[in-house]
């Protein structure tokens, strides 16, 4: 048994997402995969599936299938958008089922940037190098959604319908934790401190690749000649005029510009939620800190997994 | 004093052998890249070689900048000064609908097309880094006679497969891209090379031959 569906309307940046493909910085090509990997996550788990397989990253520009042939369970989170299945309005973290002859539409809402939609049972798409993301400068991997197309579940199931909650570590962040540098030597001491105590603003210059922020003018002091040198997700690099762009999942892998903060990887999921305007404020902790930041994280993410996995379905009220 | 370990974020290290570019910094990360393929420490996640540094990354629920730094520490000066990498060879056809900045680089270096082109296939280039995008190889080593700043305005809509310098270097593209440097050939060997098995055409510190091809070869090749 399949499941289909054709792709009625995809917003821009609406991709095939999972887990990433890490490991290949050195051969130029970043990891990417869900810009939320927690969404990602929890998306997968609610739907049965593992944590990092594929789903459909939804942007702000929202997306409408129509399933065409057979019925699928799967499961939303991230973000809190608007979810319509069969003309039923859903939560915005939920698991629900859709058959042919209903649409599944997922417009923005309230708040957030990217939600990731997960099929009970294998989405089929293109592999690049080992994994399903896709890569958006290039368009390799499971590719970006377009009107017209048709997806095909290779073994769908149905899932129980529940409501998921959301956390609060799954909110847009705007308290970001840095640890200063590699290249904060470069900067004035001034400079340094407008970054660290002044506000800034997400602008509209943002996509997979990194997200443009408005603020105090950061200008770099005789950086203009570093060698080229590798960046991460998370890297904040300036420009020549002072201007600080936060890089995101599909960012280059090498740069020029000098870095003068890094964010928490776990931060970076918390941006890529902000939208537009949403105000910014950065805070620096040591690198033991940003260690034990990340272990604490990382374990209260882990309880909410495996609370998610060993509670059993709870059937919503109608 | 060199190396200077720089933490990044909760999960790398940046180990910078040099501010300058030049080859005994870029031996030198080479030399501790290759050490520590071969003796990684638990929790390591990835390296990243580039011209005077290497981005070493790490698993924070493992370990921390403190016992990276100890172990990379530990395998500085070891592994072969200046092993040489492969030699790959590159088809280039120069022929002037594939070349359209052919006739300025020459205009600018006072060469003309055919001792650019000489200039170029005379080149003993080295792999320095990857970088910009998946498979876009920075090669280093273009003859100082072709040494031109970048293009005042980049093109647009460049060809995958376009062979381009700027600087001291030369770098084959792999997508369809704008570019500021300057287009001399397209090559029709792949970079990407779509096998599984050795999905990348060069390894970082491989040395690189070009070889030139009639505008048939080109059209023939797979």
């Known amino acids: 048994m399949t499941a289909r569906f054709r792709v009625a309307f995809a ?28 969404a990602l996550a929890i998306a997968n788990l609610a739907a049965g599936n593992p944590p990092g397989a594929a789903v459909i990253e939804v942007s702000r520009g929202g997306l409408v299938l129509d399933c065409i042939e057979g019925a ?20 915005s973290w939920q698991t629900g089922g859709i058959a042919a002859g209903e649409q599944l539409a997922i417009r923005p809402g309230h708040w957030g940037s ?53 956390p609060v570590w799954a909110r847009p962040r705007q308290l970001i934790s840095v640890v200063m540098g590699p290249q904060d030597r470069f900067f004035s001491a001034e400079a340094q401190a407008d970054f660290l105590h002044q506000p800034f603003t997400v602008t509209e210059a943002g996509d997979r690749m990194g997200l443009r922020l408005s603020g105090p003018a950061l200008p770099p002091e005789g950086a203009l000649a570093i060698p080229s040198e590798p960046v991460m997700r998370g890297s ?3 420009s020549g005029d002072g201007v600080a762009t936060v890089l995101l999942a599909d960012h280059q892998t090498t740069g020029g510009y000098p870095k003068i903060a890094t964010l928490l990887d776990d931060d970076t999921d918390g941006l890529a939620q902000t939208r537009p305007g949403d105000p910014l404020r ?23 997994l495996a609370a998610l996995q060993a509670r059993p379905a709870e059937p919503l009220s109608p | 004093m060199w190396p200077r370990f720089r933490p990044v974020a909760e ?33 390591f996640a990835e390296a990243v070689p580039a011209m005077v540094n290497l981005l070493v990354t790490f698993d924070p629920l493992v370990t921390d900048h403190r016992a990276a730094e100890a172990h990379l520490r530990g395998l500085l000066g070891r592994g072969t000064a200046g092993a040489a990498g492969a030699l790959r060879e590159v088809l280039v ?20 097309a055919e001792a650019v082109i000489a200039a170029h296939l005379a080149g003993d280039f080295r792999v320095f880094m990857y970088g910009f995008a998946p498979g876009y190889a920075y090669l280093a080593g273009l003859p100082p006679e072709l040494r031109l700043d970048r293009k005042p305005a980049p093109r647009r809509g460049v060809a995958a497969g376009s062979v381009i310098i700027a600087g001291g270097q030369c770098l084959v593209t792999t997508l369809t891209m704008p570019t500021g440097w300057w287009i001399i050939g397209r090559s029709p060997t792949a970079i990407l090379t779509g096998d599984a098995a050795r999905p990348f055409l060069f390894d970082v510190g491989d040395r690189v031959r070009f070889r030139r091809i009639t505008r048939a070869e080109y059209g023939a090749a797979p």
């Open chain 1, 236 to 238: 904040v690099q300036v």
């Open chain 1, 282 to 304: 950065f805070q620096a902790v040591t690198p033991e800190a940003a260690v034990a930041l990340a272990r604490t994280r990382a374990a209260a993410v882990g309880r909410y």
């Open chain 1, 72 to 91: 699928a369970g799967f499961a939303v989170a991230g973000g809190g958008f608007v979810v319509q299945a069969g003309g039923r309005r859903l939560a």
């Open chain 2, 11 to 43: 999960r790398g290290l940046l180990i910078e052998f040099a501010d300058q570019i030049g080859d005994a910094a870029h031996d030198a990360v080479l030399r501790l890249d290759r050490a520590l393929a071969d003796a990684p420490f638990p929790g």
């Open chain 1, 11 to 38: 917003g821009p940046h609406v991709t095939v997402q999972d887990g990433g493909r890490p490991g290949l910085m050195r051969f130029g090509v970043p990891a990417s995969g869900a810009m939320d990997r927690k």
């Open chain 1, 114 to 166: 990217w939600c990731c939609l997960a099929f009970a049972g294998g989405l089929e798409a293109p592999e690049w190098l080992g994994a399903r993301a896709t890569h958006g400068p290039s368009g390799l991997g499971g590719g970006r959604l377009a009107a017209g197309q048709v997806l095909q579940l290779s073994s769908p199931r149905a899932v129980e319908p529940r409501r998921l909650p959301c």
């Open chain 2, 93 to 112: 056809c120069y022929d002037d609908d594939l070349a359209p900045d052919l006739p300025e680089v020459a205009a600018r270096t006072g060469l003309t």
